[in-house]
């Protein structure tokens, strides 16, 4: 089996998941070759083969031109599968790279049994494995799903490639996160308020306990889009990531994005009036309880110790 | 202006699931369904653009079977024009390239200018269908909208990235833009404007004669997936549960003491 691994460059920096696009790779026991729209003076800690082509001359964000350039390499090394991050690069792209290659394309595999993958559905509640019924597949891993025991190291066997097509979209340049306001990412003890908080004015209970507890209130993000809260209490992907010696999620139900951003908590309690929220998976302890009754109840016990 | 807006019936995620007998999707017995809620904000962002554009025809599409037409209503007292329902039962064993497909078959000679998707289904997931769309149909495709702006011809959008960061994109119409959670925020429609939708146009028709392509993939099976929270699950009167707690936080975790 050949792998065809999209390694991902932002800003002047190689991003994380193409680490774990080795250890997928390690996984399925694939031979492996690399590609990269990046920069020479930034390369991946990878012995392998590495196609790059230029970030200043093919814009970081360009599909359509990317796209060419991985069908280009595709030609010539007759992969079997083309491997993204599941990322807003890698879905913006597979599904181009794998209309293109007629292949099918599966998103977000978070593990491979029998040599098919296996991917989430309905908020990471169920899962199903995919029959993929081309001779070719594009996949987009799961960030997180796979990890490397060690560090990667070595140095790529470099093959430049140059562009030669324009695309439709125009690339005018990165807007950086806001800043400013509280920072989570020091915070002992974070309560976090999810949509099962069910109004703007119960933001204030879960504030109250978190002020009991000594320490701040964050939010999950349709609290924060809703405009309940503010954008740098947000945690997970598009958010903070966190990492207190408590984390209380109440009426978060667990999504992928909201868990990477606080799965690094020492001790995690979460209230959910579903015993089957996602959020179980990471919690030490689920309290099945309606957090309108259970948050205030708590904060007045903790107040009065 | 033309404008599509594609959307998809979901289950509620806080939903009981249940495996089909076939196990190869969830039972759809028993659900309450509603908006994928990417799509309120790609209906949103639809009619925005056409009370923008004045002269605007705003198509809302949807493929599944007779129950959709619900949650068109909505999409049509949300403000779109008229509905095009494309009937299938066995819409839910449809993989993204077969739903993009049936789309692009509808939408190939009706000169669309913008078509709004979501960025992807809450059920499904794939994230796919708008991508697909795009390519099938040659037109430019942003993902993951989240600010979407149109003026003098030109389309000019942020994309969101991770870490909060946003790539600020350009491009020109014909363009299919996939919206992320947080682009807008979808109105609730009032009152008078359900009753004015119920007099809109909402045509069904079979969407197999627009499949033009085959599946490349399926579902070999669907199941829950084993359960490695170790976590403890406390349940009971609040009063005890309180308690119960406070003494494992004293226990587990310095933040008492
Ligand atoms: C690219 C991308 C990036 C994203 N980035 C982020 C991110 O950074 N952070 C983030 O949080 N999300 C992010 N999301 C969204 C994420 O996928 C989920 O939609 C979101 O986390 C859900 O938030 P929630 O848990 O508060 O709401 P829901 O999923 O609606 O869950 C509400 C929960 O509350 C429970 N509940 C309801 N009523 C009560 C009650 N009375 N008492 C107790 N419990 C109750 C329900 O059982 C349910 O489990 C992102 C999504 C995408 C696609
Ligand atoms: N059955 C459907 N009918 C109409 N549009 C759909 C359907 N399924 C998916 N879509 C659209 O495609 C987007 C992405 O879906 P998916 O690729 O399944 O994640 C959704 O947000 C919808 O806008």
Redesign the interface.
């Known amino acids: 089996m050949k792998a065809l691994l999209i390694a991902e460059y932002?800003?002047g920096k190689l991003?994380g998941g193409n680490n774990e696009l080795m250890a997928f790779a390690e996984k399925i026991g694939a031979e492996s070759t690399m590609f990269l729209v990046g920069n020479e003076s930034a390369l991946p800690a990878y012995s392998g083969k590495l196609y790059l082509a230029d970030g200043n001359e093919c814009g970081?964000?360009n599909?359509?031109v990317h796209k060419d350039l991985i069908l280009k390499v595709v030609e010539k090394e007759q992969p079997e599968l083309v491997v993204f991050s599941h990322?807003?690069y890698g879905?913006?792209l597979?599904?181009?790279v794998a209309?293109?290659m007629?292949?099918?394309?599966?998103?977000?595999v978070v593990d491979v049994v029998d040599s098919?993958p296996v991917?989430?559905?309905?908020?990471?509640?169920?899962?199903?494995?995919?029959?993929?019924?081309?001779a070719k597949a594009v996949y987009t891993l799961q960030a997180g799903a796979f990890s490397a025991a060690e560090e990667p190291t070595g140095t790529p066997e470099v093959e430049k490639l140059n562009k030669d097509s324009e695309?439709?979209?125009?690339?005018?340049?990165?807007?950086?996160?806001?800043k400013g306001g509280v920072d989570l990412s020091k915070s002992?003890?974070i309560v976090s308020a999810g949509r099962g908080v069910g109004k703007p004015e119960n933001i204030e209970m879960v504030a109250a306990l978190a002020e009991a507890?000594?320490g701040d209130y964050g939010a999950s993000?349709?609290v924060?889009?809703?405009e309940w809260v503010e954008?740098n209490r947000?945690v997970g992907?598009?958010?903070q990531t966190v990492s207190p010696?408590?984390y209380v999620a109440c009426g978060v139900?667990g999504a992928i994005q909201h868990l990477a951003g606080m799965k690094k908590s020492?001790?995690?309690?979460a209230i959910n009036t579903?015993?089957?929220?996602p959020i179980?998976?990471?919690?030490?302890?689920?309290?099945?309880?309606d957090l309108k009754?259970?948050v205030p109840?708590?904060t007045e016990?903790?107040k009065s110790? | 202006m033309k404008i599509l807006v594609c959307i998809k019936q979901v289950?509620d995620?806080?939903s009981?699931?249940k495996?089909n007998s076939e196990n190869?999707w969830?039972d759809s017995g028993d659900l309450a369904w509603r908006m994928n809620e990417y799509d309120e904000y790609a209906v949103e962002q639809a009619v925005q653009l056409k009370e923008q554009q004045g002269d605007a025809d705003l198509t809302v599409l949807c493929i599944g079977p007779d129950r959709v037409k619900e949650t068109m209503k909505k999409a049509l007292a949300m403000g779109c024009d008229r509905g095009a329902h494309l009937q299938d039962d066995e819409s839910h064993k449809r993989?993204?390239?077969e739903i993009a497909s049936i789309i692009a078959e509808y939408a190939r000679d009706k000169e669309f200018d913008v078509v709004f998707t979501g960025?992807q289904s809450?059920?499904?997931?794939?994230?796919?269908v708008g991508?697909?769309l795009g390519?099938?149909l040659d037109m430019?495709?942003?993902?993951?909208v989240i600010e979407f702006g149109f003026e003098a011809g030109e389309i000019k959008v942020?994309?969101?990235?991770?870490?909060?960061?946003?790539?600020?994109?350009?491009?020109?119409t014909p363009a299919v833009l996939t919206c992320q959670?947080?682009l807008n925020?979808p109105r609730y429609p009032t009152l008078p404007n359900i009753m004015k939708a119920k007099k809109k146009e909402l045509l069904s028709s079979p969407a197999a004669d627009l499949l033009k392509v085959d599946?490349?993939?399926?579902?070999?099976?669907?199941?829950?997936?084993e359960?490695?929270?170790v976590?403890?699950?406390?349940?009971g009167e609040?009063?005890d549960?309180?308690?119960e707690?406070?003494k494992?936080?004293k226990e587990?975790?310095?933040?008492?003491a």
């Open positions: 932002r800003d991003l970081e964000y599909p359509s990322s807003s879905w913006d597979a599904p181009r209309y293109a007629q292949a099918a394309q599966v998103s977000e098919m991917v989430p559905v309905c908020n990471a509640k169920l899962r199903r494995n995919v029959k993929v019924t081309t695309g439709k979209i125009v690339f005018e340049g990165y807007e950086e996160a806001e002992e003890v507890l000594k993000r349709p924060v889009d809703a954008h947000q992907t598009t958010g010696k408590l139900s020492e001790f995690v309690v579903d015993k089957d929220a179980g998976e990471v919690a030490d302890v689920l309290v099945v309880a009754q259970f109840a708590l016990k903790v110790l | 289950p995620m806080e009981k699931f495996v190869t969830y993989e993204p390239l960025m809450q059920d499904r997931g794939s994230g796919q991508v697909l390519e099938i430019s495709c942003v993902t993951t942020k994309r969101e990235l991770e870490g909060g960061v946003k790539a600020k994109v350009k491009t020109t959670l947080g925020t599946s490349r993939q399926n579902t070999q099976t669907m199941y829950f997936p359960k490695k929270g976590g403890l699950v406390l349940e609040i009063a549960l309180t308690d707690l406070i494992i936080l587990k975790t310095g933040v008492l």
